[in-house]
Nanobody
Framework: QLLLVQSGGGVVQPGASLRLSCVASGRIASAAAMGWFRQAPGREREFVAALDGGASRIEYAPSVKGRFTVSRNNRQGATWLQMNDLKPEDTAVYFC?????????????????WGRGTQVTVSS
């Protein structure tokens, strides 16, 4: 099992940027595919971005493609989600997640370990 510790988030105005961090420790953290998901009030948790163990394959949700960038440093066990040009509809609790496997996935059920979540609020 991986322990995922998240940081970042906050309240920003539309058009601003934020970077979320997720540090993993435990089994072979560098082998795990990592994902970012978000959940707005009253809505189901949805996929945002993911990358495989080697960061060679990356997937984004259409709603964030071109604005968000996911990256990782396996030596540090860290994954980041850089969010630019934030919009009010990006407001949600953001979760990082890890798989037992190294291939990228986009469903919540594909992930085994989850961070506690961090709030991102975009409001003028």
């Amino acid at each position: 099992q991986l322990l995922l510790v998240q940081s970042g988030g906050g309240v920003v105005q539309p058009g601003a940027s934020l970077r979320l961090s997720c540090v993993a420790s435990g089994r072979i953290a560098s082998a795990a595919a990592m994902g970012w998901f978000r959940q707005a009030p009253g809505r189901e948790r949805e996929f945002v971005a993911a990358l495989d163990g080697g960061a060679s394959r990356i997937e984004y949700a259409p709603s964030v493609k071109g604005r968000f960038t996911v990256s990782r440093n396996n030596r540090q066990g860290a994954t980041w989600l850089q969010m630019n040009d934030l919009k009010p509809e990006d407001t949600a609790v953001y979760f990082c997640a890890a798989r037992k496997y190294s291939n990228v996935a986009t469903r919540t059920t594909d992930y085994d370990d989850w961070g506690r979540g961090t709030q991102v609020t975009v409001s003028s």
